[in-house]
């Protein structure tokens, strides 16, 4: 069955950079985009980064452009999230989620997710 | 950025009742409107997708409807595991995917 297990998360002070991992099993990881969401304490779901199936194709919400990285490494379905600069406004539980197979933009599986804190 | 609006932002009900969640666009989205359960401490969950398709394994009590701007997700019987955090989320012109603020359906 179709797996996505989040790791890396914790506490970290403001300005300093974490990196999470995704490791995804029982499906063909290479042809699937893959996405990053949050969730902020007491608030809703935010989308925050893509990567196509073979790594060609990324996109960010604009709260995180130029902080965040999305890799992904096909040879070890793994998917990489590195945060630099980290501010208080991103402490959140961090989802990996599957793209819908044909579409994307829909999230069909999703991890248990992995939480940031961001504080001195 | 197309901002989804989701109302009421609580809806309390009982078993076995009905249910209709509201999701309004702040422009047209055609029909790329996905609904998503979401209880704490789990995954969330894809309902419903392209407005009006259930997703794999998704109960019959579920249904979409709507197109253009205003959408709804309807839960025809309440069953105790339904009560829940409900998304909608949509995909068209991305990025970004945008959520609505979700509708949190509680016991009456």
């Known amino acids: 069955q179709v797996q996505l297990v989040e790791s890396g998360g914790g506490v970290v002070q403001p300005g300093r950079s974490l990196r999470l991992s995704c490791a995804a099993s029982?499906?063909?990881?290479?042809?699937?985009?893959i996405h990053w969401v949050r969730q902020a304490p007491g608030k809703g779901l935010e989308w925050v980064a893509f990567?196509?199936?073979?790594?060609?194709?990324?996109h960010y919400a604009d709260s995180v452009k130029g902080r965040f990285t999305i890799s992904r490494d096909n040879s070890k379905n793994t998917l990489d999230l590195q945060m630099n600069s980290l501010r208080a406004e991103d402490t959140a539980v961090y989802y990996c989620?599957?793209?819908?197979?044909?579409?994307?933009?829909?999230?069909?599986?999703w991890g248990q997710g992995t939480l940031v804190t961001v504080s001195s | 950025e197309i901002v989804l609006t989701q109302s009421p932002p609580t809806l309390s009900l009982s078993p076995g009742e009905r249910a209709t969640l509201s999701c309004r666009a702040s422009?047209?989205?055609?029909?790329?409107l996905a609904w998503y359960q979401h209880k704490p401490g789990q995954a969330p969950r894809l309902l419903i997708y392209?407005?009006?398709y259930r997703a794999t394994g998704i109960p019959a009590r579920f249904s979409g409807s709507g197109s253009g701007t205003d959408f709804t997700l309807t839960i025809s019987s309440l069953e105790p595991e339904d009560f829940a955090v409900y998304y909608c989320?949509?995909?068209?012109?991305?990025?970004?995917?945008?959520f609505g603020g979700g509708t949190k359906v509680e016991i009456k």
């Open positions: 989620a599957k793209d819908h197979p044909g579409i994307s933009g829909w999230f069909d599986y």
């Open positions: 029982g499906f063909t990881f290479s042809t699937y985009g």
């Open positions: 990567i196509s199936h073979d790594g060609s194709n990324k």
């Open positions: 422009q047209s989205v055609s029909n790329y």
């Open positions: 392209d407005a009006s």
């Open positions: 989320q949509q995909r068209s012109n991305w990025p970004p995917l945008t």
